[in-house]
């Protein structure tokens, strides 16, 4: 899994989700301080048919607590297909660190710098 530094210094990362309904190509902001794996705008998740799986409750960046529904799909990550727990959100797509566990993240921070993500070693799982 491969992306770019953003004009604006943001990390992003070009991924593939699929669901029922086929897969889709995304662009992706990486989010560190998002502990889930994948945020995904409503039209997306019912365009690929994704699964619902719960409503959960989480707390934002800026402190409000919401109450989010939740889906299941397949993200494409270096090769490798990782189920994850996809959140529906109004923004930009985020990765968060429950999609990036085993895997190393490295970012070079200058104009068009480089953002790749590596599978570790399996006893990193």
């Known amino acids: 899994m491969t992306g770019a530094l953003t004009s604006d210094g943001e990390p992003v990362l070009q991924s593939t989700v699929e669901g029922p309904a086929g897969t889709r190509g995304i662009e992706a902001l990486v ?16 365009a690929l048919d994704l ?34 727990l996809i959140a529906e959100s109004p923004t930009t797509p985020l990765v968060g660190t429950s999609l ?18 590596a599978r570790l ?4 799982e």
């Open 31 to 46: 989010d560190t301080g998002f502990n889930g794996g994948l945020t995904l705008s409503s039209g997306l998740i019912a």
């Open 51 to 84: 699964p619902e799986k719960t409503v959960m409750e989480v707390t934002l960046a800026d402190g409000r607590v919401r109450d989010v529904q939740t889906y299941v799909g397949t993200v494409a990550l270096n090769g490798t297909s990782k189920r994850v």
């Open 100 to 117: 990036l566990w085993s895997f190393s993240l490295y970012v070079e921070f200058q104009a068009g710098g480089a953002v790749e993500v």
């Open 121 to 124: 070693s399996e006893g990193a």
